[in-house]
């Protein structure tokens, strides 16, 4: 069978990564989908388990730090274009241990930067399309929101590595007319999100009768968006963005994290039928993440002008589809919570 483009999705066993891969398979059985993911604590193949067997889908376990990995893959799939999530994507690990941030975010990117330009040397129309984060543009005051011109401030160890990964690719291609797109998003929520983050830990330990950690005041705001709205974005942007362009992704939806939990345990005691308010006596209050970013908001408007892209579903839609999704399969946390993640987990978010 012959396909049109043959795409390398890494992180594809991740979070938003699983998402796309799904989308990609589903929607163009003209392309063939390699996904490459390392399978670390945050990757699961059983997240693909309704795509495993297309004829268009084929997995690679490697490493994007492994170049001799990556030189195989492009050559024995003629590989033609790359979206690229791989990526350490977790703030307070990036606090706990930069340096396999700066590995995988930064080496790994220009690893996969290399192998497309050494392998593209040819006249055919390829795409480099690099999936990044608002958290390139450091955070924001009471007003204003993030804009594709907004001046880079990162100020963590993973926002700085993201932001350094996107300083590389766009350098590739001022410098070498590598033909690249790139994106960055704000916070994305849906399922299979790892339990590490907010809306899915705070599901979880309601879920348990655990505590509720809140990081300072709870007063920190984060702009919330569907994965598959994100997934979608991408889509977009992959077939219709301009090249060498940078496409913010957001759906205007600001919630301080106080607020967003209290909904969570609303909707958790109506789900779970049990006492209205008996959620919110696990909130507790713990210490602040170190150097934790005020507030998030981006505009989306070229995304929407240029490219007619737009949220599917409100945030209260998706959070009850996502609610819905971990009361049915606490099996899949259960699974990813265990072995090596299990003692992070501990040491983090229990007793803290
Ligand atoms: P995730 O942590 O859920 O998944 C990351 C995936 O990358 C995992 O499957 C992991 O196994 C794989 N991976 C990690 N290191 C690797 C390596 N060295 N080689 C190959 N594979 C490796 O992350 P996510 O939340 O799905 O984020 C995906 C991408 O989107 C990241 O680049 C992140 O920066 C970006 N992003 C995330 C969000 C968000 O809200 N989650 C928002 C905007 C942008
Ligand atoms: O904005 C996009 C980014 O969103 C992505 O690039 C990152 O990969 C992704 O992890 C996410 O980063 P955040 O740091 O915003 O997400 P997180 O879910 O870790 O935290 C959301 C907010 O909730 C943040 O203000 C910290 C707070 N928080 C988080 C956790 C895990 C708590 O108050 N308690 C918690 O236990």
Known sequence: ?????????????????????????????????????KLTYA?????????ASAPNYRFERADICDTAALQRIFSEYQITDVIHLAAESHVDRSIEGPMEFVLTNVVGTVNLLEAAKNHWNDSANHVFHHVSTDEVYGSLGD???FEESTAYDPRSPYSASKASSDHFVRAYYHTYGLPIK???????????HFPEKLIPLMIHNIIENKPLPIY??????????WVED???????????????????VGGLNEWTNIELVRFLCRLLDQKLDRTPGSAETLITYVT?????????????SKLETELGWKPSITFEEGLERTVDWYLANQDWVEKVTSGAYQAYYEKMYIGR
Request: proline letters at 1%; charged letters at 20%.
């Open 143 to 145: 007003t204003g929101l």
């Open 1 to 37: 069978m012959s396909f049109s483009k043959h795409i390398l999705v890494t992180g594809g066993a991740g979070f938003i990564g699983s998402h796309l891969v799904r989308r990609l398979v589903k929607n163009y059985p003209n392309y063939l989908i390699v996904n490459l993911d």
């Open 182 to 192: 790139m994106s960055n998003c704000s916070n994305n929520y849906g399922s299979h």
């Open 288 to 300: 602040d993440r170190a150097g934790h970013d005020k507030r998030y908001a981006i505009d989306a």
């Open 230 to 248: 994100h997934a979608s974005a991408i889509d977009a942007i992959f077939h219709n963005g301009r090249i060498g362009e940078s496409y913010n």
């Open 216 to 225: 300072g005041k709870g007063d920190n705001i984060r702009d919330w968006l």
């Open 43 to 51: 990757g699961n193949l059983e997240n693909l388990n309704d795509v």
